[in-house]
């Protein structure tokens, strides 16, 4: 009898000018069958030098580093890369919410992650971002884009953007960026989860978003919620 063929592990990335840090997580990394660290890279210039020639699925990268900080290289690596084949960016940071890492968020980057947590969490984000979906907690995405927005006039975006999304999408959308969850909308929308899955999914394909974090930063930007609703 023949086993079914098992599927390759993800390619990760570890980006980090501190040698032990980034030991730490290939350890975390490696443990894992589905799972395999296969570049390392000690400051964002490497690393954009290294992914120029490399693909890889996802890239854990440190925010603060030397040469080349994190939100530039997340710029440069993701402007290089195909859209196709673009590797999702889930950036590290020493403090909750801080300005590099909105700015992160802005150049690209699928959503941050606290050196601190817990190992469970780390490959559950490197998963659920390579998924597409966002590794910033429901409650935290609303506080973090209402950081982001709180800088700018409201409605800095043409709300042209929206005009191919059905009223459900909309409504979807909305309550996406007031920071509920697919169960949560689910509930307020009466329709199965799997239901709000699937417009999400059709949310993001026609905004030409990354993943839900960039689909909310659309929401904010064209005034479709505002800060503080």
Do not use: C
Request: charged content about 25%; proline content about 5%.
């Amino acid at each position: 009898m023949t086993t079914p063929e098992t599927s390759l592990p993800l390619r990760i990335a570890l980006v980090d000018d501190q040698p032990l840090v980034r030991a730490g997580f290939a350890m975390v990394i490696d443990s894992q069958p589905d799972l395999e660290v296969v570049l390392q890279a000690d400051d964002g210039a490497a690393a954009v030098d290294s992914l120029a020639s490399r693909m890889v699925d996802v890239v854990l990268m440190d925010v603060r580093m030397p040469r080349m900080d994190g939100i530039e290289a997340t710029r440069q690596i993701l402007s290089r890369a195909p859209a196709d084949r673009a590797p999702r960016i889930i950036v590290l940071t020493t403090f909750d919410l801080d300005d590099y890492v909105v700015a992160a968020i802005r150049a690209g980057a699928s959503g941050f992650m606290l050196k601190d947590s817990q190992p469970e969490e780390l490959l559950s984000a490197i998963r659920t971002v390579h998924r597409g979906d966002a590794v910033i907690a429901p409650s935290a995405t609303r506080r973090l884009m209402e950081q982001m927005v709180s800088a700018v006039p409201s409605a800095t975006r043409s709300t042209a953007v929206l005009d191919s999304l059905t009223d459900r999408e909309r409504e979807v959308l909305t309550l996406m960026a007031k920071g509920l969850s697919n169960t949560e909308i689910g509930a307020e929308l009466f329709v199965a989860e799997a239901t709000v899955k699937t417009h999400v999914g059709r949310v993001l394909s026609k905004l030409g978003a990354r993943d839900r974090v960039h689909a909310v930063i659309t929401a904010f930007e064209t005034g479709l919620v505002r800060p503080g609703e």
